[in-house]
């Protein structure tokens, strides 16, 4: 069922809270990959507050549905979005990236809870979900399989590998997405290393793909319920995304991959964001 | 475990060691309904195939790609299942070594990693295929246990006891045509705890793999000279049996290595750091393949020719038992 504007508009009040709390763990902790935070976050917020099949109180429920971010550099924003689901007490987060802290930039599955894989070494992700995914298959398990990855990662061989494998085994039980932003750490995707036609090549690989604004609820919610009802294969959601998406000096900057905060850019990005949703919120 | 109760085998002096593990995890399904078989399209090579043909849908090959393979069983272990894994040992530990260390260990996944034709036993192949890092490399990874056993009765063992380990387990195999060392299975494995197969007071040979036979050969001849040879079958690699070590190091003073695999980070390290760390003075040689890529050729003459088999150990020895060793003042200090 289509999201209602009603639903849309709690999804972007939370997408505001998140942003912002991903501003002030960087300026915390020092330093985060806040380009990449802040352009799959919309995903994120719709997979969490909307989607997903989970219970924060049961981080181990065996049926739970199961996310991965393949993209682990994201860590700080899914961090943000955890904490705030109540899978551990928010504040905890600004020991993020702390000595002896169970927060680092990218997280570890076996000190947080609701982190279903420690990722972070990147084209990794879609093989882990492919594992989950035929996993639930084979024990006759309800749980859906997620998986994020970032664009520049699917230089990596291994992604490909696990696409093949996915397709072959027509995991319709798994969703993956694209954070589709177009940089990497070096410059732009396609001057570095071309990845389009990417819908083409998934579909290839056996793939229903969807092409969407990764930062527009209505079209997220729409791709996510489409590839529920998608039968036979697995479905990849190309989500365009702006890197460093509503802090304006960040957007687009692949300087902004990682980077760290004094309070002058802290101030300026929390402004820039509430200026974004104040405008679209009314 | 319940020794015996795993499996059996019958003709297990005619099976190879892959063989042996292929039949034992065969058998092993009914008692862990949870297992699923991978391969990288070796199911033939490495004999999980049989697991295959008695399970198929249980049974996943994934054609020719190890990396994606080791993430799947990741995948498969945080959905519930215990995933057993084979391949050659060089995809394991070299090409795959980040996925076994990082999808893996670092999440202390409950996988079962089973290698084969480890070191430099599938000879001819060359060193494309050769593998004498595997052991450097897995000892490395925290959460890891390390095996290799000595023939296919012990790796049958070792396969049944991995299932009762949580955790990820990496059993290295070699091609493995060499005559068995044991019986039957009955003699006493646990993983972690070395095996005295023969006593002695002059030297002790501390061997793994393949190298076992070998030591076994070589103490028959020496014996024959004179010498009062001890053998221990060393057969995890990690966490090693340091207590075995220190006796040998106080009682024999003469320690020498055997593993068909290089002689830098392998079964001769962990004993030499061992043997360090003890603070007593210790006649000490590993052998194994030196410091290079090796030659290609018949197993048994690339043993010969890296003086690693039974003729080389002998002359290793005689080489050790003519150095003077300074006794400690405080030799008689508890192990």
């Known amino acids: 069922m289509p999201l209602s504007q009603e639903e849309i508009r709690g999804l972007e009040r939370k997408a505001w809270d998140i942003r912002k709390s991903i501003i002030e763990i960087t300026f915390t902790c020092g330093g985060s990959h806040l380009g990449g935070s802040l352009s799959q976050t919309d995903v994120l917020v719709a997979l969490y507050y909307k989607y997903l099949n989970i219970d924060p109180a049961k981080p181990d429920w065996e049926d739970r549905d199961r996310f991965i971010l393949s993209k682990g550099h994201g860590g700080v924003g899914w961090a943000a979005v955890l904490g705030d689901k109540g899978y551990f007490d928010k504040a905890l987060l600004k020991n993020f990236n702390k000595t002896g802290s169970p927060f680092g930039m990218h997280l570890d599955s076996l000190k ?171 | 475990m319940a020794e015996g109760m795993s499996w059996s085998v019958t003709d297990g002096d005619k099976l190879t060691q892959a063989e042996i593990y292929g039949e034992v995890l065969s058998q092993l399904g009914d008692k862990y309904p949870d297992i699923v078989a991978i391969t990288a399209d070796l199911a033939t090579s490495t004999k999980i195939g049989r697991f295959g043909k008695k399970y198929p849908e249980r049974f996943i090959n994934v054609g020719i790609a190890e990396n994606s393979m080791f993430g799947l069983a990741a995948g498969l272990a945080l959905a519930g299942l215990r995933p057993v894994v084979s391949t050659f040992a060089v995809f394991t530990a070299l090409r795959s070594a980040e996925q076994v260390r990082t999808d893996i260990c670092y999440q202390n996944l409950n996988v079962k990693i089973i290698s084969t034709h480890a070191g430099i036993s599938f000879g001819q192949a060359g060193s494309t295929h050769h593998c004498t890092e595997d052991l450097a490399v897995m000892r490395s990874f925290p959460n890891m246990t390390v095996i290799a056993p000595a023939d296919g009765i012990e790796t049958g063992n070792a396969v049944a006891a991995a299932m009762e380990l949580p955790g990820p387990v990496y059993i290295r195999i070699g091609r493995g045509f060499e005559p068995p060392v044991y019986k039957d299975q009955n003699y006493g494995f646990a993983i972690g705890k070395a095996i005295t197969m023969r006593d002695g007071k002059d030297i002790t040979l501390i061997a793994c793999g393949v190298g076992v036979l070998q030591a076994m050969r070589a103490a028959e001849v020496l014996d024959k000279q004179g010498l009062s040879v001890r053998v221990i079958n060393m057969h995890t690699i990690k966490p090693i049996d340091r207590d075995i070590i220190v006796k040998a190091v106080q009682e024999t003073r003469r320690i020498v290595t055997i593993e068909d695999h290089s002689i830098m980070g392998g079964l001769g390290t962990a004993v030499g750091e061992v043997i360090v760390e003890s603070g007593k003075a210790c006649g000490f040689k590993k052998l194994g393949v030196p410091d290079c890529f090796s030659i290609v050729g018949y197993p048994e003459d690339l043993y010969h020719h890296y003086k690693f088999d039974a003729d080389g150990i002998v002359e290793t020895v005689g080489e050790l038992m003519r150095r003077e060793i300074e006794e400690d003042e405080d030799w008689e200090d508890e192990a």
């Open chain 1, 112 to 282: 947080v809870k609701g982190c279903d894989a420690s990722t972070g070494s990147l084209g990794h992700g879609l093989a882990i979900a492919t594992g989950l995914a035929i996993g639930a298959k084979l024990q006759k398990k309800p749980f859906r399989t997620y998986c994020m990855m970032g664009d520049g990662e699917l230089c990596e061989g291994s992604v490909w590998e696990a696409a093949i494998l996915a397709g072959h085994h027509k995991l319709d039980n798994l969703t993956a997405f694209v954070d589709r932003n177009r940089l990497m750490i070096d410059g732009p995707t396609e001057s570095i290393t071309t990845l389009e036609p990417l819908a083409d090549k998934f579909k290839a690989f056996g793939w229903e793909t969807l092409t969407i604004d990764g930062h527009e609820y209505a079209a997220i919610g729409g791709a996510i319920e489409q590839a529920w009802s998608i039968k036979g294969k697995p479905t990849m959601i190309i989500c365009n995304t702006v890197k460093g998406k509503c802090v304006e000096l960040m957007e687009n900057q692949p300087s902004w991959h990682y980077g760290g905060l004094n309070s002058d850019l802290r101030d300026q990005a929390l402004a820039c964001i509430d200026s974004h949703y104040k405008t679209i919120l009314g």
